[in-house]
């Protein structure tokens, strides 16, 4: 795949930004769905349902400290770590804790 | 440097990319996935020279795109950076035990990727110097070898205990007289050598010389040895420590090994010659003849072997 004509890096990372930000809804909302069917019945789907948080949690980990969102990439790093280990004391109240800190930077108060 | 991405985070890959680009590498593709990777790499008419891996991906993590890449000739020592959180720590091992170079962590920090691209970029720089370095080498070795005549005493490379001439004639005169007499020395001539120098080439010639040096070595293999190539089919190997040898049972060793030696070389279309052995051979009782004239003397032995058509190692007749 070839790639998008070179931009000054600061253009480009404000861009970049802006679609990370652009797609925190859907983030946010595949882990809200996910969540709800961590405890479902069937185990197939209750493992795959927490394989999808960790990802997404993941991913969040990875990318969202390049773009000058270190508390949030911090958050969902240790999440992330609880989430494998299975710490889940109070796992709901973090999970949801972090899903209101993405919403506050799609809507800044 | 054609570097090659992969991450499974379109938004990831693009903050790369742009890195990248500001560090000053524009010859850089990308792919969401290992299998896509490993098709583009497949496909790529001009081979990849650094790879930076996501570790965590679906549905083929890095580490296993890493085993598949190293699986590929061409790749098994391009350097393979891999991406990863701080917290992959155990992932990055296996990575490294799979074939991974080095890795980056995310966040993606600028610096940080400078110096890890840099120090991939000087390993591809060394390897292409030694890489250029060991092709002169070998066209200096492939020349030397080229120009070489029947006569000449080359140098066999790659056979345990063959030494070249002139390091034969050192040894020889750096051994006192009385360890010389300890010593014998066993030529061994290689029938219709000339017709094989020209029909071969000095190239092939010479490793068929090198073939015959290799069984007459291990034929010898219970006495300590070194042998030298005089040129024109002729090897004298000194015993060292032995004034006698029993030239029955190297020649009864070196048979068996023609034999098998004679079906190999019958494959590809081409006659074994026989080899002539001749009587062990001992310095002169006079102190005044060179030690090197021992080689002479063997050499002569051997010659007046007598030879048969066949691909046998003969002892000659007194």
């Known amino acids: ?109 | 440097m054609r570097i090659l991405a992969v991450d499974d985070e379109p938004i990831f890959l693009d903050l790369l990319t742009s890195q990248l680009e500001e560090l000053g590498y524009f010859k850089q593709e990308v792919a969401h996935s290992g299998p896509q990777a490993l098709d583009m790499i497949r496909d790529a008419a001009a081979p990849y020279e650094c790879f930076l891996f996501d570790v965590q991906m679906v549905p083929m993590d890095g580490i296993r795109l890493v085993r598949n890449v190293r699986q590929i000739p061409q790749h098994l020592t391009t350097p393979i950076l891999m991406i990863s959180a701080l917290q992959d720590k155990d992932s990055i091992d296996r990575a490294f035990l799979a074939g991974a170079n080095d890795y980056i962590t995310k966040p993606l920090d600028s610096i940080e990727l400078k110096i890890r691209l840099a120090m991939a970029q000087s390993v591809l720089t060394e390897r292409a110097q030694a890489r250029l370095l060991q092709n002169r080498l070998v066209e200096q070795e492939q020349t030397r070898v080229a120009s070489l005549r029947f006569d000449d005493p080359s140098l066999i490379d790659d056979v345990d205990c063959v030494i070249a001439l002139s390091s034969m004639e050192n040894f020889l005169l750096k051994q006192g007289l009385l360890r010389l007499r300890q010593c014998c020395a066993i030529g061994f001539h290689v029938q219709s050598a000339e017709t094989h120098f020209q029909s071969l080439g000095p190239v092939y010639y010479m490793d068929l010389m090198a073939d015959l040096a290799t069984m007459i070595s291990t034929s010898m293999q219970n006495f300590p040895h070194l042998m030298t190539y005089l040129g024109s089919g002729d090897l004298v190997a000194v015993l060292l420590d032995r004034p006698h040898a029993d030239t029955d049972q190297i020649r009864n060793e070196l048979d068996v090994r023609l034999d098998t030696l004679s079906a190999r070389y019958a494959g590809v279309g081409t006659a074994l010659p026989s080899v002539g052995i001749g009587e062990p051979m001992r310095v002169g009782l006079s102190p005044f003849e060179c030690p090197t004239r021992l080689l002479e003397r063997a050499r002569l032995a051997a010659r007046q072997s007598v030879h048969a058509g066949r691909p046998r190692a003969r002892i000659a007749v007194a």
Do not use: C, Y
Not at chain 1, 21 to 31: E, H, K, S, T, V
Not at chain 1, 95 to 106: G, P, T, W
């Open chain 1, 1 to 109: 795949m070839q790639n998008a004509p070179r931009q000054s890096l600061d253009a480009a990372l404000d861009a970049l930004r802006a679609s990370f930000l652009d797609q925190l809804d859907d983030r946010i909302l595949r882990i809200e769905q996910a969540w709800l069917l961590r405890n479902d019945a069937n185990p197939q789907i209750a493992q795959r349902a927490v394989q999808v948080v960790l990802e997404e949690l993941h991913k969040i980990a990875g990318i969202a400290g390049s773009f000058g969102f270190e508390e949030i990439g911090a958050a969902a790093q240790m999440l992330e770590t609880a989430v494998e280990r299975g710490e889940m004391a109070g796992l709901d109240a973090r999970i949801n804790a972090f899903l209101d800190m993405l919403e506050d930077e799609i809507e800044p108060i």
